[in-house]
């Protein structure tokens, strides 16, 4: 089991900048796959960013963040950090935390390919 606990959404205006935060605990979190998806009501969720264990981990990010996002990784205490700027409208979402066992597996966005947290509001709008 992995818990995974979100901070850091909220309010920003159109070209601003959030920080996301996730630390995960639980006995299955080492070399274990961390990232974001996000999700607008009546939408799949989306793959934002992933990141794998060790400190040269791979790092993948979904095409309509890349450039503007980017993640990062402490393996010492499993935090995962998502660094968003220049964020527009349609950045809107609630941005879940997600742990998995590989990159590949962390893309797919149904409840049951991974571990996930419980969520954070991200409100782009002036």
């Known amino acids: 089991q992995v818990q995974l606990i979100e901070s850091g959404g909220g309010l920003v205006p159109p070209g601003g900048s959030l920080r996301l935060s996730c630390a995960a605990s639980g006995r299955a979190t080492s070399r274990i796959v961390l990232g974001w998806h996000r999700q607008v009501p009546g939408m799949t969720r989306e793959f934002v960013a992933s990141?794998?264990?060790?400190?040269?981990?791979?790092?993948f990010y979904g095409k309509s963040v890349k450039g503007r996002f980017t993640i990062s990784r402490n393996n010492n205490n499993n935090t995962v950090h998502l660094q968003m700027n220049d964020l527009g409208p349609e950045d809107t979402a609630v941005y879940y935390c997600k742990a998995a066992s590989d990159s590949a597996t962390f893309r797919d966005g149904t409840p049951s390919s991974g571990y996930w947290g419980q969520g954070t509001q991200v409100i782009v709008s002036s």
């Open positions: 990141v794998s264990w060790g400190s040269g981990g791979s790092i």
